[in-house]
């Protein structure tokens, strides 16, 4: 990710829920009328914007009259105009601590608990917000390790203490795994804030690998839906989304401080959840501010004392080291896009974290919020472009997101709209991720120019609805998806329909259990982009999936020993097992390199495995120019961190050539119940000792029990 000049920051346009509320008030109060009754709708856009003058300052006693504003080009009229006026923080004088026991003012709201689930929404003409800097503490404890969540308590106490303005309000919110919950909606009241910070936990997790003891592995279905939180960082940002969702009541602009030891986007994850967090934001009028909680990190070349070196030709070369600080780069570069396309501000490798929380403060300033009804009352879930511009004469700059996306309303749909609905949610730039899901693309080289794409989904049971049909229960899932080119030319499409039947029984295990689905794409090398929706036909909640990715022409890999994607898996089925997979066409399934005698290896997707279950490991070697099997040396390694914890004895083939595809299948077997759970990096080496040739394949792995 390129890393460009953070841009000024500006505010944001969302829709206001309250509209509807004072729409019906407005009509009951009016006379009871005989005849026929009228009723229209409108959606209220609030528009927060900082007007300044050519000395920085801002400018004050503007009017409705003073502003145009314009949604995709046509004049809106402006409904209310106010100023939100925040004194400058370095002139303020902080206010003395309240005495613990002090009985609260008749017109000061009452703090509320800290054990509530959601934020508390003023009634219609309360001013507690006006004027007031809107702050969120959110925690994210699956992105920090038990030390980094003390340093991040810390600088939020610190801020408490020594730094809490009179005009802030401060709330705290923590991510655990399970759901997003409200510490303390916002207050001023030092006292109840240092009680919620020395009540904070640190999760269930007891034994200091970052791993939820909780987790269950087991049944048919495979994995337990804790697996979709533990290598899976888009219930990380989908919880995010949640918190800003929460937010969207509130129409004052508000900076939620995102505290996390970095946030790496992983190959299982997903591009559209990371797209639907920043718009969600975005709608609710909330800045990010991500500060990473590891501090100013020195980390040494070959690694520090506490580990022995790791030996190989990576030392000398130097590709370790670079190695290592690629991949801590990259565990920041998904914070720095949150705050860059909201308007936040990303603090990096700097140790007084309290100080990335004055910076979201400071970043607030006094600016105007200009509500207006759209026209475009839609819930089409478009882009509407506005433009906020002062009257002639008026002379200042302006600063304020220039657009937002409109919501998108699906709900059930007769059975001809349903298709048209799919469509249509496809095409949307504001991903819908109501459904989670997990994905894993992979290839195979069928021959000198095509390869097979493999797809497998997995999609956590207990977000789709049961439907009892007959006396049986189904839960039925429509799929729809496309994969395009680098010139964004659609190549190939898929819709499909999974229909399950379940006994009581597996019933029973879906509201804990994922499902997979398997299709498969047969493409030329290059680089694509695919993106699938599924969609719960009883609900008609929608989950989407995109992602980018790359299929290389292994006919140019002269230096390496050629070789397809590995397959990580900890379970084989029929191919008659409905419960996996959508029937595909029998040339599809003669290709899927994944079958063989007569059961399929189901991919993992989300790399989580039980010790009490075997692991399988896959991978095709290629050798094109041969006619007959060259030998070849395979192994599988496991580090924690630097350290090799195990790995097995090599693997040697002298025959399986396909005569076809001029592929050697790989095939490893091995138990799990010797390894200590946690996280490890699962590597493949192939060698070639003919051609004196080497390949290596590496990703990261969890174990749990």
């Not at 030891?261 to 639907?276: C, K």
């Not at 506005?386 to 997101?401: D, H, I, M, P």
Request: charged share 20%; aromatic share 8%; with cysteine.
């Amino acid at each position: 990710m390129t890393r460009t000049r953070r841009l000024a920051l500006v505010f944001v346009s969302f829709v206001l829920p309250l509209v509807t509320f004072v729409f019906a008030h407005a009509q009951d109060t009016r006379p009871a009328q005989s005849g026929a009754t009228f009723r229209s709708a409108a959606r209220l856009i609030v528009e927060t914007v900082s007007v300044r003058d050519k000395d920085g300052r801002a400018v004050e006693g503007l009017t409705a009259g003073d502003f145009t504003v314009t949604e995709d080009g046509e004049p809106q009229t402006i409904s209310f105009v106010e100023f939100q006026r925040l004194p400058d923080r370095p002139t303020e004088t902080r206010a003395a601590a309240p005495a613990p026991r002090a009985p609260a003012a008749v017109s000061t709201p009452p703090v509320p608990s800290a054990t509530q689930g959601q934020i508390a929404i003023p009634p219609a003409g309360d001013t507690r917000y006006r004027d007031r800097r809107l702050l969120v503490l959110y925690f994210d404890l699956t992105a920090m390790p038990p030390a980094d969540q003390m340093r991040a308590y810390g600088a939020a106490q610190t801020f408490i203490d020594t730094q809490l303005q009179p005009s802030d309000l401060l709330a705290v919110m923590t991510f655990g795994g399970d759901a997003v919950r409200v510490k303390q909606d916002f207050t001023a009241d030092r006292a109840v804030l240092r009680d919620v910070m020395q009540t904070l936990i640190f999760g269930d997790d007891k034994d200091g690998d970052g791993i939820p003891d909780n987790t269950d592995i087991g049944t048919a279905f495979g994995q337990d839906d804790a697996e979709f939180s533990i290598l899976n960082t888009d219930r990380q940002l989908s919880a995010l989304q949640t918190a800003a969702t929460m937010l969207r009541a509130l129409p004052e602009q508000k900076a939620l401080i995102y505290f996390a030891s970095g946030l790496r986007l992983n190959g299982v994850d997903n591009q559209a959840q990371l797209r639907a967090t920043t718009n969600a934001a975005i709608r609710a009028n909330v800045a990010l501010h991500p500060i990473d909680a590891r501090g100013l990190v020195a980390s040494a070349p070959l690694g520090d004392a506490s580990r022995p070196s790791p030996g190989g030709i990576g030392m000398f070369s130097g590709q370790l080291a670079q190695n290592a600080v690629t991949s801590f780069q990259r565990s920041q570069d998904t914070l720095y896009s949150l705050a860059k396309d909201t308007g936040g501000h990303a603090m990096f490798d700097y140790n007084d974290l309290s100080l990335g929380i004055v910076q979201a403060a400071q970043s607030m300033t006094s600016y105007y919020m200009i509500g207006y009804s759209s026209t475009h009352a839609a819930t089409d879930g478009r882009f509407h472009r506005v433009r906020v511009t002062l009257r002639s004469g008026l002379s200042a700059e302006l600063a304020y997101r220039q657009g937002y996306f409109a919501d998108k309303e699906f709900a059930k749909f007769t059975s001809a709209d349903k298709e048209r609905q799919l469509e249509e949610a496809l095409m949307l730039d504001n991903p819908v991720t109501d459904i989670s899901i997990a994905m894993e693309v992979n290839y195979f080289q069928l021959n000198s120019a095509e390869y097979f794409v493999p797809v497998a989904i997995k999609i956590p049971g207990s977000e789709l609805a049961l439907a009892r049909r007959r006396g049986a229960a189904r839960t039925v899932i429509d799929f729809i998806g496309e994969v395009k080119d680098d010139y964004g030319i659609t190549i190939q499409n898929v819709r499909d329909k999974l229909d399950i039947k379940l006994s009581d029984d597996t019933a029973a295990q879906l509201a804990t259990r994922p499902l997979m689905y398997e299709t498969g794409f047969t493409l030329l090398p290059g680089k694509y982009v695919i993106k699938l929706l599924a969609r719960d036909d009883e609900t008609g909640r929608i989950g989407t999936y995109q992602a980018a990715f790359t299929v290389p022409n292994l006919n140019r890999e002269l230096q390496r020993v050629p070789i397809s994607t590995v397959v990580l898996s900890s379970q084989r089925v029929p191919l008659s097992d409905a419960l996996y997979s959508v029937k595909q066409k029998a040339s599809a399934e003669a290709a899927n390199p994944l079958v063989h005698d007569g059961q399929k290896l189901v991919p993992s997707v989300t790399r989580v495995f039980s010790r009490s279950r075997d692991l399988f490991v896959f991978v095709q070697a290629y050798q094109r120019a041969s006619a007959t099997t060259q030998p070849l040396v395979a192994f599988v390694s496991f580090y924690r961190g630097d350290v090799k914890a195990f790995e097995t004895a090599p693997l040697v083939v002298t025959d399986g050539l396909d005569a076809r595809t001029k592929a050697v299948p790989l095939r490893f077997s091995l138990p799990l119940e010797s390894f200590a759970p946690g996280r490890y990096d699962c590597q493949v080496t192939v060698i070639d000792p003919t051609a004196q040739k080497i390949a290596f394949w590496r990703a990261p792995i969890v174990v749990v029990r």
